[in-house]
Nanobody, 120 residues
Framework: QVRLVESGGGLVQNGGSLSLSCAAS????????MGWYRQAPGKEREFVAD???????NYAESVKGRFTISRASVPNRVDLRMSGLKPEDTAVYYC??????????????WGQGVQVTVSS
């Protein structure tokens, strides 16, 4: 069974930095892309960043130049480095894995979410 485990997050002051990591496991043969979404209270979940299997990153306009997504040396793991954090970045951040191929099927998966809080 595919599982996404997130780590990192927490509380940081305005302008500070935090890092998030996500590791996917469970009989995975390939993953098309891994990335992050976020959901602030009272708002819909929104795209933050993702990175393809060949390492091409994509970013939401709101985080370009401040966030960096990268693939770790360990297979099926991605890191998100967040700098210049603003109070509006406060949200629950969810790891996503798209088109995950296992020996049994292909599908999209989500992590449980980690809280990122930026104080003003």
């Amino acid at each position: 069974q595919v599982r996404l485990v997130e780590s990192g997050g927490g509380l940081v002051q305005n302008g500070g930095s935090l890092s998030l990591s996500c590791a996917a496991s469970g009989g995975i043969r390939s993953v098309a892309a891994m990335g992050w979404y976020r959901q602030a209270p009272g708002k819909e979940r929104e795209f933050v960043a993702d990175i393809s299997a060949v390492g091409r990153p994509n970013y939401a306009e709101s985080v370009k130049g401040r966030f960096t997504i990268s693939r770790a040396s360990v297979p099926n793991r991605v890191d998100l480095r967040m700098s210049g954090l603003k109070p509006e970045d406060t949200a629950v951040y969810y790891c996503s894995a798209a088109r995950v191929l296992t020996n049994h099927d292909i599908g999209d998966y989500w992590g449980q979410g980690v809280q990122v809080t930026v104080s003003s």
